[in-house]
């Protein structure tokens, strides 16, 4: 019995990743932009997660953070509309 040859896993350049992370912000929401560019769904929030910039020790500042990147993502979607 032959073993099936492994698979190459794509590779996507530099560009490509920038693109998919704006498709991604403008979308409303990254599973769709992931199957419109035919890539895994968790290839692309790796993305996302690797371009945020690292939170700050301080809970509080974090959270505060967190908190004002949702409501700057919600009110860019408002101003699409």
Do not use: G
């Not at 350049?13 to 929401?29: K, M, V």
């Not at 997660?49 to 908190?67: G, H, M, N, W, Y």
């Amino acid at each position: 019995m032959e073993k099936a040859p492994p698979t190459k896993r794509p590779r996507y350049d530099a560009a490509f990743r920038a693109e998919a992370l704006r498709l991604a912000s403008e979308s409303r929401s990254t599973l769709a932009a992931a199957r419109a560019l035919n890539i895994d769904p968790k290839r692309l929030y790796a993305w996302q997660k690797a371009a945020q910039e690292p939170l700050s020790a301080d809970p509080t500042e974090a959270a505060e953070v967190r908190a004002l990147r949702q409501a700057n993502k919600r009110l860019a979607q408002e101003l699409e509309i």
